[in-house]
């Protein structure tokens, strides 16, 4: 990202010790990976992919030092292609507090005959009991896809790329009955799966409910973040969700022309503002009446600045998926 992309002093080989999080798994090993804590099950480092011993139990890493109310974890879920081997799944955690006190979503292989994951679950474990919402996958998964947990508020969401293109095919959502304080973030397998590429965010940028991005319209999102007072905040804008380094971290969206636009333009496009006392703000989208726009689509993806920070940017949030409309 270039100084003059996000108008802030920034500084790409300074180090960002900020919330954003990515991690890879690349050194091999047995017991929880360094950072990490192991709350049940035996997990190793193998080839650069986490798995267990492959027990058939709940086996949940937690990652040191992260404990947010509000989040976007997104992980890599491999399948350990065995037919008729046992139930398997991988999963991502958030508001951890302990094996029956968390938030979760999941996919899993639940027909062993057909060797692929092929549900996808949203669970709230509580000591009382487990409140699960499942759906059957649109598209099997024999191999891997990429899993997105969100966690905001009163209210939780799972999407899938059952492709790994760059785009969630399936969303589950549903409400959060009683986990709602913050906790611990990981990652959660049972059986012979495989876990790669962890990546948390701790801003969520969403679409409103049931909006949708037409010409000539205004589209409407919400953005969720850290800040406990007002913040100024930018969105930009990109036709690929590439991502490149930034410091330590990664911005989720390619800079191209679309990008340097969104930022040269932010305030004629409703790509920049203030959050409210609470860290939120609902950005609105300003889509030009231009019928060539029609199917094209953007990725988006917003930061909050802080000049007390290293290079400026506190939250990086997670990019979205904007296909334009009639």
């Known amino acids: 990202m270039t100084r003059r992309a996000l108008a802030f002093p920034v500084l790409l080989a300074a180090i960002l010790p900020a919330q954003e999080f990515t991690e890879t798994f690349p050194t091999n090993g047995k017991g929880a990976p360094t950072g990490w804590t192991a709350h049940s099950g035996k997990f190793e480092v193998l080839g650069g992919k986490l798995i267990t011993d492959g027990a058939p139990v709940w086996s949940y890493l937690t990652k040191d030092g992260y404990k947010p109310t509000n989040c976007v974890i997104d992980v890599e879920a491999g399948y350990y292609g065995i037919p008729n081997a046992s139930v398997q799944f991988v999963g991502a955690v958030a508001r951890f507090a302990q094996d029956k006190d968390t938030l979760m979503g999941k996919i899993q292989e639940n027909n062993t005959a057909t060797a692929d994951f092929d549900r996808g679950f949203l669970l709230e474990r509580t000591p009382s009991g487990t409140t699960t919402l499942w759906r059957e996958l649109n598209t099997k998964v024999p191999n891997s896809a990429i899993l997105r947990f969100m966690v905001v508020g009163n209210r939780m969401w799972m999407q899938v790329d059952e492709d790994k293109n760059g785009r969630f095919e399936q969303t589950l959502t549903t409400t959060i009955q009683s986990t709602l304080t913050a906790g611990l973030i990981?990652?959660?397998?049972?059986?012979?799966?495989?876990?790669?590429?962890?990546?948390?965010?701790?801003?969520?940028?969403?679409?409103?409910?049931?909006?949708?991005?037409?010409?000539?319209?205004?589209y409407p999102m919400e953005l969720t973040t850290t800040a406990r007072r007002a913040t100024p905040w930018r969105i930009v804008l990109s036709a690929s969700n590439q991502g490149f380094a930034f410091g330590s971290r990664r911005i989720p969206v390619a800079r191209d022309a679309f990008f340097e636009l969104s930022l040269a333009h932010g305030s004629v496009l409703g790509l920049q503002g203030d959050t409210d006392a609470s860290g939120k703000a609902k950005p609105g989208l300003v889509i030009p009446n231009v019928e060539s726009l029609i199917g094209f689509t953007v990725f988006a993806t917003a930061v909050t600045l802080d000049a007390t920070r290293p290079e400026g940017v506190d939250n990086i949030a997670n990019e979205i998926e904007i296909t334009f409309s009639r």
């Open 186 to 218: 990981g990652v959660c397998i049972w059986g012979l799966s495989e876990l790669d590429n962890f990546e948390y965010h701790d801003s969520v940028l969403r679409g409103a409910d049931n909006a949708v991005p037409r010409i000539g319209t205004t």
